[in-house]
């Protein structure tokens, strides 16, 4: 089992930046990990996502983040981070921190509320 828990949302101004954190319990056991928002009246939606060096250490993001956004790992801390940056009001959204173990089963936060308003 895999527990996620977020932290770091909160109100932004337009062009700002903010950083979001996930501390993730069980962490050996993870293949796949990564953010994914919802923001208001739409569908859930991939952010980024990074796997394990041994599934190949590949990053793939959003076209609509790429260049602004970036996910890093601490392993000491067992916790990932979404650093955002010159952010836009359509990146008003729940943000979601997301995992996949080694047997693929999914495992989700419980998100975290991310608002970008002047």
């Known amino acids: 089992q895999v527990q996620l828990v977020e932290s770091g949302g909160g109100l932004v101004q337009p062009g700002g930046s903010l950083r979001i954190s996930c501390a993730a319990s069980n962490i050996d056991s993870i293949d796949t990990m990564g953010w994914y928002r919802q923001g208001p009246g739409k569908q859930r939606e991939l952010v980024v996502v990074?796997?394990?060096?041994?599934?190949?250490?590949?990053?793939n993001y959003a076209d609509s983040v790429k260049g602004r956004f970036a996910i890093s790992e601490d392993n000491a801390k067992n916790t990932v981070y979404l650093q955002m940056n010159d952010l836009k009001p359509e990146d008003t959204a729940v943000y979601y921190c997301?995992?996949?173990?080694?047997?693929?089963?999914?495992?989700w936060g419980q998100g975290t509320q991310v608002t970008v308003s002047s």
């Open positions: 997301y995992a996949r173990d080694r047997t693929l089963a999914d495992y």
């Open positions: 990074i796997t394990s060096a041994t599934s190949g250490g590949r990053t």
